[in-house]
């Protein structure tokens, strides 16, 4: 039963994104105060982060825009008297300000309640020891460790849990390493200098190479609980598993060791008593999958539910926020698309999702490449296919951001570099597995060398084979069919074969084959529900149709790499939201598990597909858009689309690189609307570079940037002479500089970036990416928006990105744009500093 | 140190298959009255009324009971009613399934079937309890067990019942 | 690969590859969900007659292991799948699903659009099909003509009693195609098992003076048992505890006056919740249910309603009010599926050891 007394609830937001975060906790809160919404529960969001979507969706009012810490929370708190807190959709930052409070006994003293997470998981979060306790109470295996004060006690701590061992010396002074012994010398070595001066050590089971699994679970009020998902990791225990390809469902499980899994992870539900989600992780001996060890609980929103909900197709977000609220897993009531009992009926799958995950080294080459316990990815792309080959194929391909549909390799690794990749691994890990299998490699030696299951070596000898065949019998209806169903493109056989990929196409086409697509829903096919998530295969039965005669088809960014790219998620969301309000049916194209943008509540239909030219052809052919919206870094892709559907294209979000820069520094820019008569004055802008006034340094901002009425008209009247010289129009940013003798100087005109556009957007209170969809669905009414302008003079918006240095352990002295991982925001009154 | 020998699970089994038995023996739920010994065998005969309704479909009535006065073994000063039930329930002529959650030297149930006989004649007396650890001092048996746990009289049986101890579980504890 | 075709009896044809034994067979087709165990699938005698349909597009993965045998054989007529894969697990690195399939002559089909087909068989009542080198006419010809055998236990039980020994209670086992399951279960509690053949009448079991008799899973339609079976439960559950499942259950509820039907569709899977009916409790297990106790047919006075799927509606458990006798529909053994309801079995015993006092 929903629990009345909860009309107004505060959710804490998950700040700037960061390594291990980025726009799955927004896409969880933005769901969340739906939910909310819906049973009439008043929403508060408090958040820092500019690229959040809950911050636009919730009524001004009720957004706080600041950094979230114990004192700020607890401001709003006095002020707002909410009846509840929601910290599970913040990450741990939430978490460890919801412990404070909860520790300092002020939420009780106000009558404050906090919902989706109980005060015994609370205990247990970032507290090891006293989560191994929690696993031990209920029977089930934690990683075996002891504190020894002796050798003797050593081994005999050794005899009892076995070979190889960790061995952390505890100290005061300093921290030390765990050093790793694999037998009784190496462990007599290591400790003989250990115990002279009274000291002791942990003494922990290693379980370097065993396989990683993930569950994720919800449990009511009345104790119910259903598994969602299993997640495998393809990598073994020493591989972080937010760095591991992970594939859904569990694939190289036994059903007794998976039935194992799934009541462990109820047991320490209950333990917990929690009621809302949970995460788990599990450590398994590779050679006897009874033998597992529960490592890790989450009871959290983070990347692995999103991925959860977005593999199964169950409304995870909106099924956990009611539990939130008290109602039980058979009350709630989804929207008609959905078979009522959905919320109730344990996940099932008929297809194979894939997560790959995707690298910042391009952009921060000074980080260790090496995978290990530490995570190091940013963001991640997924496949979806009816075979484990077709979705390994679709994520590759998704995660490569070369616009062209060519498959990346490490032909020239050489045998050295192979062999210390293969134990050692590194970012393109399966690019490497596959290299050595081209090399001969045997998959007993190879499942030894790296810990991964045979099984996959098996698929990736498949795909490998497939890709010979491609290579050797060219434009055969025969080839094309083969290497369709394992997931190839049509991309990919054109640039093999030296054709246009219309040659391709046509081919197959001409023998009456095109793709099917498969809904990605919970039954495996039992119910008909209305879902409206698809993917590619090539079989029998296509389950979506064409939306509309009017839809406007929205081509995301794929997997969240650095710089620039959960600003785009966002800006994609809000493109759709705004397409639809304007009318229009909206689809969505991504294959980002953790985006924003495929939100089922944000389009009437989603594609998670690779963005690339084949993929996009297809949709078009079934979707008929009338309007397709291609992000600006996709020359490409632009280029193709036009040559061959002769649509309207249109590019939003504005290419980052394009613009007339003059190599000169810049300090300020003036901020227009244009449109095809006038162009309009909106805002100055401080831009802050970490390197002098280089502009590609540029990484924070501050508006309004104060100049004298005069010499603001006169950079006015020069900026609109060099926009009406230049085609630009929408938003359009003139950048200057501010010489050493304090003269202004024009220093070039580009699109306003979307970064800006969103901190234009935060900073004045107006949507410009709703004023942009207008404008270019000629909507717009300039005049009335102009009205609207606030008096932007006594307070300053400054937003600052942040990076992800910190988290990849290096020191970068000039951070440039392309390093951002997200930003925050705050405002101040003119008068403080 | 204490040791859990009956779980959440475990419990919510006996409680269930003493259910089915009261079916079973009282053929149905008619004519059936659940009382309950304070404090813990009134929650365990809420339960089991629970459970009844929901197979039976019928309101099984639950009344609770105070035997501290009717104890032979326990100096008692005060006059309170032996009855905590809200209304009137007259046990003449009715089944009677007396509850509790540990039958030990039988003296509890023995002052209870006294409480019992003042307030009318019934058809019958049956008596359930969660948990009979042995070492009787008088001659009751129990028709309905949960289970049989034989303690040594140095032990201490620990009921617990989510109503009131958050929690459900039957431990032993030393003395 | 051989080319191969599954076809149904409403006239669609699939084509496939080959794997497996390349045989031609005939069996009802159902759809199995289980995402794992597609080994204890196979190997589940309740498939005697049935070609199955995974759901779960990637079978085989785990090889062939000594843990997951529900039967030592399989008795299904065809495995269909979208994808299967020869990996080996055992020691010697030889078996593998295609093997293990070829060594039981039973066919198996791959490449098919085990979506498209099961959203066509949910649709429909349950059909027939063959797995067949051509889809011709003589191939649904000979499809449309072939009668399934209605003596499945009769050929999957066993022909003589054999223990599965213990410290504990001993346990008569009446086997109508047992599930390996059950006897795992039972050894974890330390019974003393019998199991008996499926015509064991209640004399011999009473000579056995055992603690409990529990009724096996199994296949096809109880009604296609002797009556003496039934006359058997009906003397046996006054004397002893019983316990049934699956096949058991529905023999259970026909000795019992309750009525059996059959479902429109078949439901293999472990993704219904299940209701207990005394304390509300959700539970999820493996089902594997053709046919299904009518709640109508259910005298109040004789047995109780014990759990309810909530998709269907089915009832999923029964018990005797009179005697501590009591059966589920449901698998609770899981093999493959949820261990929520594995303490049925203690219940059983707890049952057992009630009575004993």
Known sequence: MIDNKIKKVLILGGGPSKIGNETELDAAAFQMMTALKKNGVQVLVIDNNPFSLTLSEVQPA?????????????????????????????????????QELLNQGILSDLGVRVLGISKESLKVINNPDKMKIAINSIDEPAVPSKIVRSESEAFEVVREIGFPVNIKKVSHKESTERIICNNAEELSDMLEDE?????????????????????????????????????????????????????????????????????????MMDLLNIVGLCHIQFALDPNDGSNYYITKINPLINSSSALAARSTGYPLVYVCTNLLLGNSLPEIQLHANYHRLTPIMEPTLDHVVIKMPVWPFDNVPEANQHLNTTMKSVGSTIGVGRTVEEAMLKALRSSQFSPRDVLPSMYEISSDELISQLIHPKSDRLLVLIEALRRGYQVDELEEL??????????????????????????????????????????????????????????????????????????????????????????????????????ALVIGRGGNKLGPNTAADYYTAEMLIQLHRIGYKTIVMNNNPNALSLSPQISDKQYIEPIQLGAILN?????????????????????????????????????????????????????????????????????????????????????????????????IEESKAHIQSSNWIGLVQILFNQNKKGESEYVGIRPLRLTETIFLSRATGINWVRALVRFYTKRLDINELMKNMPDMSNRVTHMQATFPFKQLNVKVDHANSSQEVGAKIKFRLVDDK | MSKVVVDKMAMQRALTRITYEIIEKNKGVNN??????????????????????KLENKEVPVVGIDVTKYRDDIQHTDNEPAVLSDEAVSLKDKNIILVDDVLFTGRTINAALSAIAELGRPKNIRLAVLVDRGHRELPIRADFVGKNIPTSKQEIINVQVDEIDDQDSVEIDEK | MTTRYLILEDGT???????????????????????????????????????????????????????????????????????????????????????????????????????????????????????????????????????????????????????????????????????YGILRKLADLDCNVIVMPFETTSQEIFDLDPDGVVLSTGPG????????????????????????????????????????????????????????????????????????????????????????????????????????AFSVQFSPDGGPGPQDSADLFEEFLENVSSQRR
Not at chain 1, 500 to 506: A, D, G, N, S, W
């Open chain 1, 62 to 98: 009720n957004v706080f825009i600041k950094e979230i810490n114990l004192k700020n929370v607890l401001d709003v708190i006095k002020k707002e008297s909410p009846d509840a807190i929601i910290p599970i959709a913040g990450g741990l930052r939430a978490i460890h300000v919801t």
């Open chain 1, 195 to 267: 115990f002279k001066d009274d000291s002791v050590c942990i003494i922990e089971k290693s379980i370097v190479g065993y396989k990683q699994i993930e569950t994720v679970a919800v449990r009511d009020q009345t104790n119910t609980k259903i598994l969602i998902s299993g997640l495998e990791n393809i990598d073994a225990v020493g591989v972080h598993s937010g760095d591991s390809i992970v594939i859904s469902p569990v694939q190289t499980l036994g059903d007794i060791e998976y039935q194992s899994l799934r009541t462990a992870t109820f047991k």
């Open chain 1, 450 to 551: 790296t810990k991964i299951n045979q099984f996959y070596f098996y698929k990736l000898k498949e795909l490998l084979d497939v890709e010979e065949l491609i290579i050797k019998e060219p434009m055969k209806l025969r080839t094309i069919e083969v290497a369709h169903d394992h997931g190839f493109g049509d991309g990919m056989m054109a640039e093999t074969w030296h054709q246009p990929i219309e040659k391709v196409r046509e081919l197959y086409h001409a023998a009456g084959e095109y793709p099917t697509y498969k809904a990605i829903e919970p039954s495996a096919g039992e119910f008909d529900q209305n879902i409206r998530s698809f993917y590619s295969s090539y079989e029998i039965e296509n389950e979506s149709s064409q939306e509309s005669e009017k839809t």
């Open chain 1, 619 to 715: 949709i078009i052919e079934l979707e008929k858009p009338v309007r397709v919206f291609i992000p600006g870094n996709r020359h490409f892709l632009l280029k193709q689309l036009k040559k061959y559907t002769g649509l309207n294209v249109q590019v939003l979000p504005p290419d980052q690189e394009t613009g007339v820069v003059l190599p000169k520094d810049v300090t300020y820019a003036l901020n227009f609307f244009v449109t095809q008569d006038e162009s309009y004055f909106i805002s100055t802008e401080k831009l802050i570079s970490n390197n002098k006034s280089d502009l590609d340094y540029v990484t924070a901002y501050e508006t309004p940037y104060v100049l004298g009425d005069e010499a603001l008209q006169r950079d």
């Open chain 2, 32 to 53: 059936l009255v659940l009382v309950g010994i304070k404090t813990r065998g009134i929650y365990l005969a809420k339960r089991i009324a629970n459970r009844l309704q």
């Open chain 3, 13 to 179: 044809s699939y084509k496939g590859k080959a794997f497996g034994a390349e045989a031609t067979t005939t069996g009802e087709i159902i759809v199995n969900s289980n995402m794992l165990g597609y080994q204890e699938v196979i190997t589940n005698q309740i498939y005697h007659n049935q070609i199955i349909v995974f759901t779960q597009p990637s079978i085989g993965n785990t090889g062939i292991n000594h843990k997951s045998f529900e039967a030592i054989v399989t008795n299904s007529k065809g495995v269909v799948v979208k994808e299967y894969s020869n990996i080996s697990t055992n020691r010697l690195g030889n078996l593998n699903l295609d093997l293990f399939l070829k060594q039981h002559n039973i066919p198996g089909i791959a490449g098919i659009d085990t979506r498209e087909l099961t959203r066509r068989l949910n649709r429909k009542q349950t059909m027939k099909a063959s797995i067949v080198d051509m889809d011709d006419e003589h191939a649904f010809d000979q499809l449309h003509a072939t009668v399934l055998t209605n003596q499945q236990v009769n050929q999957v039980s066993t022909k003589a009693p054999f223990p599965n020994t213990g410290d504990g209670y001993n346990i008569v086992l009446i086997d109508f195609g047992l599930k």
């Open chain 3, 221 to 324: 339609s109880p009604r296609d048992l002797p009556d003496s079976v039934l006359q058997m439960i009906r003397e046996v559950q006054k004397e002893i505890p019983m316990f049934a499942m699956g096949l058991g259950h529905e023999l259970f509820a026909l000795a019992n006056d309750a009525n059996v039907y059959k479902l429109d569709g078949e439901h293999h899977g472990s993704n219904h919740p299940i209701r207990q009916v005394i304390t509300n409790q959700i539970i999820y297990a493996s089902q594997s249910e053709g046919y299904a106790v009518d709640p109508k047919s259910i005298i109040h006075d004789q047995l109780l309603i014990t759990y309810v799927d909530l998709v269907n509606g089915t009832v999923q458990g029964i018990r005797h009010r009179d005697y501590p």
